[in-house]
């Protein structure tokens, strides 16, 4: 999409009273009307058009963007922003899967019996996997991720081969795009994601989630995603023994482990923005119990910011059960998993 405001030209006249209208304004100061009063009708029949095919991630996506073009203090905005809430959290109930694996499942369960429920789960789990296989190739047409990721891959290279080079900044990409996922499923605007070599990847959000539960889910969602790499990597380094398979496995369950140290802008931040104070507490208790049975050091990190943000951070008033569950699956099986002997994981 290209910007149809050009710099440079006079200030736009309200067609309603003639008024002079400032570029950054929404609505005309002598007369009030809407200046995107026609974006805002197409977004609304947009919003309309999802409602009516039940996709609730394209309405939600419709009316964030019509917020954005309603001034803040309007009945209008006022309107938008509850139906967002509203939105968000039937979102938060669907199934990850969607529309498609409910109506799978009720169909077997009708009338097919056991072996149509296995078949029809089977068929779940592979459109289940199509759908992640597209989204996650569908990341490489933009060109500014695809030739950051190269660059990236050709810094790695340099210090540890090709083989690995190429495994690790797969295991990032894996890890951005659930966050994507996640972005694209609560509506929120945000650029592709762009590999600084060296650091990581990073996306950033063009519009900010409505409360603190958006963000854990878009938070989390890379390192759950990230444990998918992993796992795989794992399963990759069992069935062929190949050593390598066995490092980008290990080094992708390290930086995800990292990724939820909960300070700064790291995922676990976000996803510890949902907690209350006791959920705080319990998260810290959990990677407490982690250390002493991995005695993973990374996780020393963890407890003590942990211990800090239940301490003295800003908790949330309502408890997030889910993003409580979220956060100490994660760092259980990520310790476990940092623990997994690798054998002749040389440099190749
Ligand atoms: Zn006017
Ligand atoms: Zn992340």
């Given at each position: 999409?290209?910007?149809?405001?050009?710099?440079?030209?006079?200030p736009?006249?309200?067609?309603?009273?003639?008024?002079?209208?400032?570029?950054?304004?929404?609505?005309?100061?002598?007369?009030?009307?809407?200046?995107?009063?026609?974006?805002?009708?197409?977004?609304?029949?947009?919003?309309?058009?999802?409602?009516?095919?039940?996709?609730?991630?394209?309405?939600?996506?419709?009316?964030?963007?019509?917020?954005?073009?309603?001034?803040?203090?309007?009945?209008?905005?006022?309107?938008?922003?509850?139906?967002?809430?509203?939105?968000?959290?039937?979102?938060?109930?669907?199934p990850?899967?969607?529309?498609?694996?409910?109506?799978?499942?009720?169909?077997?369960?009708?009338?097919l019996g056991?072996?149509?429920?296995?078949?029809?789960?089977?068929?779940?789990?592979?459109?289940?996997?199509?759908?992640?296989?597209?989204?996650?190739?569908?990341?490489?047409t933009?060109?500014?991720?695809?030739?950051?990721?190269?660059?990236?891959?050709?810094?790695?290279?340099?210090?540890?081969?090709?083989?690995?080079?190429?495994?690790?900044?797969?295991?990032?990409?894996?890890?951005?795009m659930?966050?994507?996922?996640?972005?694209t499923?609560?509506?929120?605007?945000?650029t592709?994601?762009?590999?600084?070599?060296?650091?990581?990847?990073?996306?950033?959000?063009?519009?900010?989630?409505?409360?603190?539960?958006?963000?854990?889910?878009?938070?989390?969602?890379?390192?759950?995603?990230?444990?998918?790499?992993?796992?795989?990597?794992?399963?990759?380094?069992?069935?062929?023994?190949?050593?390598?398979?066995?490092?980008?496995?290990?080094?992708?369950?390290?930086?995800?482990?990292?990724?939820?140290?909960?300070?700064?802008?790291?995922?676990?931040?976000?996803?510890?923005?949902?907690?209350?104070?006791?959920?705080?507490?319990?998260?810290?208790?959990?990677?407490?119990l982690?250390?002493?049975?991995?005695?993973?050091?990374?996780?020393?990190?963890?407890?003590?910011?942990?211990?800090?943000?239940?301490?003295?951070?800003?908790?949330?008033?309502?408890?997030?059960?889910?993003?409580?569950?979220?956060?100490?699956?994660?760092?259980?099986?990520?310790?476990?998993?940092?623990r997994?002997?690798?054998?002749?994981?040389?440099?190749?």
């Amino acid at each position: 999409m290209i910007d149809t405001v050009s710099a440079g030209s006079a200030p736009p006249v309200c067609p309603e009273c003639g008024a002079q209208v400032a570029p950054a304004l929404l609505a005309c100061p002598s007369c009030h009307r809407l200046v995107h009063v026609d974006e805002l009708k197409h977004l609304a029949a947009a919003a309309a058009q999802a409602k009516q095919t039940g996709d609730a991630s394209a309405e939600l996506a419709a009316w964030r963007q019509a917020l954005d073009l309603l001034p803040p203090d309007t009945t209008q905005h006022r309107t938008v922003a509850t139906r967002v809430a509203e939105l968000s959290r039937a979102v938060d109930r669907q199934p990850a899967a969607g529309k498609q694996g409910s109506r799978l499942g009720k169909g077997a369960a009708g009338g097919l019996g056991a072996i149509g429920v296995l078949l029809a789960k089977f068929k779940f789990a592979l459109v289940f996997v199509l759908t992640k296989a597209k989204l996650l190739l569908l990341g490489l047409t933009k060109a500014s991720t695809l030739f950051s990721m190269l660059l990236s891959v050709g810094v790695y290279w340099t210090i540890w081969g090709w083989k690995f080079a190429l495994g690790f900044v797969a295991s990032i990409y894996i890890h951005e795009m659930g966050h994507v996922q996640a972005l694209t499923r609560y509506g929120i605007k945000a650029t592709a994601p762009m590999f600084i070599p060296g650091v990581g990847a990073f996306i950033r959000l063009k519009q900010y989630p409505t409360d603190r539960r958006e963000d854990a889910r878009v938070g989390l969602a890379g390192p759950i995603w990230g444990v998918g790499a992993a796992a795989a990597a794992y399963a990759i380094y069992f069935a062929s023994r190949a050593g390598i398979w066995g490092a980008i496995a290990h080094v992708g369950a390290f930086i995800n482990l990292f990724n939820l140290v909960p300070v700064w802008q790291l995922d676990g931040a976000r996803g510890f923005r949902a907690l209350t104070r006791k959920q705080r507490w319990i998260a810290v208790g959990v990677i407490g119990l982690a250390w002493l049975l991995t005695s993973e050091g990374l996780l020393v990190l963890l407890l003590v910011a942990g211990a800090a943000a239940a301490w003295f951070g800003d908790a949330a008033q309502e408890s997030d059960g889910t993003a409580l569950l979220q956060y100490t699956w994660l760092v259980a099986i990520l310790s476990l998993m940092t623990r997994i002997s690798v054998v002749g994981a040389a440099r190749q």
